[in-house]
């Protein structure tokens, strides 16, 4: 039951250009959502967030938009550097009540020095 | 800045033996979960926990699961008779309020179990 997906396992890019990192979901009445980062070995940490009332949060190099009808939303980084060189996960609330966060299965970010 | 902490980083078990995965969440968090990571997969919600009772689980958290907060400052998260499957990442998160504020979800480091 694969609620949120993403479909690239990879992204390499070189340092300075953007990273672009999509997710797309199934179920219409999710209206929240979150990227996390996560280092090897580390737990995953809060990146950024966006209601689906708005269509792009902004918060220094990252960006999210969120395109509803095509349930589908994607996450900008720009410039990109080697720290940023992660694992990234989209979510989506499941639960309103509970918070319980339902992941994809994370993209792998390389950026190159 | 406050952390979610776990222990142990790494516990290799025999199958069929209990294991006790243990939390210290941040202090004014009101919201406990674990998730679990098996290699290789997305990151799996198990259960919430609020006021003292489990407020949601997974079809994963069966009756060999159990989480408790015994001590107002601990949470931990019981496997009585470990499987080979249950093998993976567990970690704890803990927030201080629900619905909107949920971007606040702060993870642990992880603990690794390893069922042999």
């Known amino acids: 039951d694969q609620q949120v997906k993403q479909n690239s396992p990879s992204l390499s890019v070189q340092e300075g250009r953007i990273s672009i990192l999509n997710c797309d979901y199934t179920?219409?009445?999710?209206?929240?959502f979150l990227w996390y980062k996560k280092y090897p070995a580390e737990g995953p940490t809060f990146l950024i967030s966006?209601?689906?009332?708005?269509d792009k949060n902004e918060d220094g190099r990252f960006t999210v938009f969120l395109n509803k009808s095509a349930k589908h939303l994607s996450l900008h980084i720009v410039p990109s550097q080697p720290g940023d060189s992660a694992v990234y996960f989209c979510?989506?609330?499941?639960?309103?009540?509970?918070?319980?966060?339902?992941f994809g299965q994370g993209t792998t970010l390389q950026v190159k020095p | 800045e406050p952390e979610v902490t776990q222990t142990p980083s790494h516990q290799v078990t025999q199958m069929g033996q209990e294991v006790i995965l243990r939390c210290v969440p941040i202090?004014?968090?009101?919201?406990f979960y674990w998730y679990r990571q098996i290699l290789g997969q997305k990151v799996e919600f198990l259960v919430s926990?609020?006021?003292?009772?489990?407020?949601?689980k997974s079809e994963i958290f069966d009756d060999q699961f159990s989480v408790e907060r015994p001590d107002g400052s601990n949470f931990t998260l019981k496997i009585r008779s470990t499987k080979l499957e249950d093998s993976a990442m567990y970690f704890c998160?803990?927030?201080?309020?629900?619905?909107?504020?949920?971007?606040?979800?702060?993870f642990g480091e992880g603990s690794r179990l390893t069922v042999l």
């Open positions: 998160a803990s927030r201080v309020t629900s619905g909107r504020m949920i971007g606040e979800l702060f």
């Open positions: 179920n219409s009445m999710f209206d929240y």
């Open positions: 966006i209601s689906s009332i708005k």
């Open positions: 979510a989506a609330i499941g639960s309103s009540n509970t918070g319980k966060l339902i």
């Open positions: 202090s004014n968090h009101l919201y």
């Open positions: 926990f609020y006021n003292n009772e489990i407020s949601e």
